[in-house]
């Protein structure tokens, strides 16, 4: 049943994240997703998240991949940075710590929430991070510590790695 439920409603949620970013709000432009190969598989998608302007990951276009398991929507899609990032909450594979993304008792997740509200919630992390509950303890310190070298040494990675950054390549 749930693979039934997963291809009907993964195509509906990308068909509403890309209405919203036609519709031009602002917190959305920019955010696309589509399956990683096959059109009609749901099973992997890669979405590509810009960095949120006023952020040090302005400018920068992540791409994360997503993988829906066999319990989705009882579950909640596993999401990985495939772009490298300097974040107090994304581990240097890619994982990434938000309570959005995790079951209760430890997380939040439910299955009325959408793809586009996880989305989103990514891209706010990169904008806030939450240095008390790292999954890279060297990027929280610095944040905390020394915050601006924090944001020089987040730029110049940025700029190094992300797919498409506005003042580079």
Do not use: W
């Not at 891209?123 to 806030?128: E, P, V």
């Amino acid at each position: 049943m749930n693979v039934k439920i997963k291809k009907m409603r993964i195509p509906i949620e990308l068909k509403q994240l890309l209405k919203n970013q036609a519709d031009h709000d602002p917190l959305i432009e920019g955010i696309s997703c589509a399956p990683e190969s096959n059109e009609d598989d749901y099973s992997n998608l890669l979405a590509r998240v810009p960095g949120p302007a006023g952020s040090p990951y302005e400018g920068g276009v992540f791409q994360i991949k997503i993988s829906f398991g066999t319990q989705y929507p009882f579950q909640p899609p596993t999401f990985k940075f495939s772009t490298p990032i300097y974040h107090p909450n994304i581990d240097n594979s890619g994982k990434i710590c938000l309570d959005l993304l995790r079951m209760p008792p430890a997380g939040s997740y439910n299955p009325a929430i959408t793809l586009e509200s996880m989305l989103l919630s990514i891209q706010l992390l990169l904008a806030s991070p939450n240095p008390d509950d790292p999954l890279n303890s060297e990027a929280a310190q610095l944040y905390k510590t020394n915050h601006e070298q924090f944001i020089i040494k987040t730029r110049e990675l940025v700029q190094k790695d992300c797919t498409n950054y506005k003042n580079g390549i």
